[in-house]
């Protein structure tokens, strides 16, 4: 109720703006009618590398991919909860939510983090654990700084760019034992990165963990 509040609030000083062509919205929408009329029918479901299971609402094109640059390299952070109401609706369709112990996600080097200002992944899964009332929590840290995905034209050379990236923050590694983790990204790209993460927290906690994306690119298996 204080949250509606605060929403309302904030959209006389800020006006809300759809998340797909940033025109304005009413402060309750999650998108304007035209772009909601472009939504999918049916949400896809990929594979992170390792076999990890991925859903995402949208393919990484047209106004969904302008979506996530948007909330990615325009500091359009507003948009995260409006991405994460279309994120809520698929992770519910795709799993048992009552299996899901932990939500959590993908993290940025603190030099990327610093010059960003916020981690994108961290916002999308943050708002969706609110609305799904599951706890979300930053277990991983990313220790090595890696040259971005799709500057790496080989499988190979994706692979080895994200080896070994990442670890479990060391308190957290209690909590996760045996637990179902959901790891959160923007995109699902090559499925190196999400690929890397799941491994990193499966081998460390013995954990089932699934994960879920805004976007994913049509041609991960290429
Ligand atoms: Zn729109």
Do not use: W
């Amino acid at each position: 109720m204080l949250y509606r509040i605060y929403k309302l609030f904030r959209s006389f000083f800020y006006p809300e703006r759809c998340p797909y062509c940033y025109k304005r919205i009413e402060y309750n929408k999650i998108a304007c009618d035209e772009c909601r009329g472009q939504f999918p029918k049916t949400y896809s479901i990929n594979y992170a590398k390792g076999g990890y299971i991925c859903c995402s609402p949208f393919f990484y094109q047209g106004i969904f991919a302008d979506a996530v640059k948007r909330l990615k390299f325009n500091q359009f952070t507003q948009s995260s909860e409006k991405l994460a109401a279309v994120l809520e609706d698929c992770v519910r369709k795709s799993y048992n939510i009552e299996e899901i112990d932990l939500i959590t996600f993908v993290p940025m080097h603190r030099k990327d983090y610093s010059d960003r200002g916020y981690n994108q992944a961290e916002l999308l899964a943050k708002d969706l654990a609110r609305k799904l009332k599951i706890t979300c929590e930053k277990t991983l840290i990313k220790h090595k700084r890696t040259a971005p995905q799709h500057e790496c034209l080989s499988s190979a050379k994706r692979r080895d760019n994200v080896k070994g990236a990442y670890k479990v923050i060391e308190k957290k590694k209690p909590k996760l034992k045996g637990k179902t983790i959901l790891v959160i990204d923007d995109i699902l790209t090559t499925g190196y990165t999400m690929g890397e993460c799941c491994k990193t927290l499966e081998k460390c906690s013995n954990s089932r963990v699934i994960c879920a994306t805004v976007c994913a690119k049509n041609d991960i298996y290429t």
